[in-house]
């Protein structure tokens, strides 16, 4: 049901959208599951080019052109020890990518490369659900049930914690200094809005998970967007009451895991923030594919940093920690001068060579 200001989803299928606000890379899959900290999709620039002059290596005549010897085209994204061009015949011979890069096109018999990607725009799942979509080049739609809320303002951070509220009660349930103690820390509070500039500069003393209010006064939006944790704005600008189909909403979801996802307009997100809570609390699975994984595979990099990289597979280990227990580890090579170590469960099998 609707209040004519936010939608809300009592109890049901929750679907969000998450876009890049122009077209970039998807770095998941339909079936994956997510987690807040799951990387959606990114966009990059490039900041360096090169050229690779593939005559010479290949033994080609001046006049001879390259593109016939090629096993990539252009827009190709290429990863380190990837087979970008090969000669059959008696002089057989084989040239593979010393950096990784996307491949541009050919000049004067010369390929062209663009390499050292700056990150401009990602998007996060920013709560725990399942992939039912992609949006090819954009994102995808990450789905869960449990109870949803959209508002009309949020100040574009993502943030999470066990849901909480002031009481409504006393003093017309306004979120003031009276209401901060320690239990603020990593909670998530709603109020029916925030009057003093100071009881919002407190609370971000506290580490909050977020705050929800039904309202908040128009003068307040400029440091309410300055804090480093989630506000969302339910309901309207100015002073009053958060809706009674929010508050029962809300509610009845007290002790709950809420997930904030506080994004503005042109932050490449949706322009409504959200107000995710789960049914069940649950931590996803990520799948395993030691099974199919052996040195030399490509792979791409789910998260992190790294999130959306290719490599290549330089070994499988199995690494001890102090409990005892032993996990699976890959190190990967992403060019020549970047190698990493992540855990297994964070990477996709592209291929198998």
């Excluded at 052109?65 to 000669?87: C, H, N, Q, W």
């Excluded at 490599?311 to 580890?329: C, F, R, W």
Aim: aromatic share 8%; hydrophobic share 40%; with cysteine.
């Amino acid at each position: 049901m609707s209040n004519g200001f936010a939608s809300v989803i009592t109890a049901g299928d929750v679907r969000c959208v998450r876009m890049l606000s122009e077209n970039g890379s998807v770095v998941v899959f339909k079936g994956q599951t997510t987690d807040p900290a799951t990387q959606v999709a990114f966009r990059k620039v490039w900041s360096k080019h090169l050229m690779l002059n593939l005559v010479d290596q290949l033994n080609l005549a001046p006049d001879e052109p390259v593109r016939d010897y090629l096993t990539i085209d252009e827009g190709d994204f290429v990863s380190v020890g990837e087979m970008i061009a090969k000669r059959d015949g008696f002089r057989k011979q084989t040239i593979t990518a010393k950096i990784s890069g996307r491949f541009l096109g050919i000049y004067a018999n010369q390929l062209i490369f663009e390499t050292d990607p700056i990150d401009v725009e990602t998007c996060y799942a920013g709560f725990p659900g399942v992939v039912t979509d992609v949006i090819p080049g954009r994102g995808a739609v990450i789905e869960t049930s449990g109870s949803y809320v959209r508002g009309i303002w949020g100040n574009g951070k993502i943030g999470q914690g066990i849901l909480l509220s002031v009481d409504m009660t006393r003093n017309d349930g306004i979120f003031g200094l009276d209401c901060i103690s320690m239990d603020l820390a990593g909670t998530v509070v709603f109020a029916n809005t925030c009057l003093d500039p100071a009881a919002l500069k407190t609370a971000a003393k506290m580490n909050p998970g977020g705050l929800i209010f039904g309202s908040l006064p128009s003068s307040l939006l400029p440091l309410a967007q300055e804090m480093h944790f989630p506000i969302i704005i339910t309901d309207w600008l100015g002073v009053g009451k958060i809706s009674d189909p929010i508050h029962l909403a809300l509610g009845e979801n007290i002790i709950k895991f809420a997930y904030l996802y506080a994004a503005g307009p042109g932050a490449g997100v949706p322009s409504r923030p959200e107000i995710i809570i789960p049914q069940d609390e649950y931590i996803p699975e990520s799948k395993n594919p030691s099974k199919s994984l052996v040195v030399g595979a490509q792979v791409r990099i789910l998260e992190g940093f790294y999130g959306g990289e290719l490599g290549i597979v330089t070994e499988v280990k199995q690494v001890s920690a102090e409990s005892g227990d032993e996990s699976e580890q890959v190190v990967v090579a992403i060019d020549e001068s970047t190698v990493v170590t992540i855990p297994i469960n964070n990477i996709e099998v592209i291929h198998v060579k």
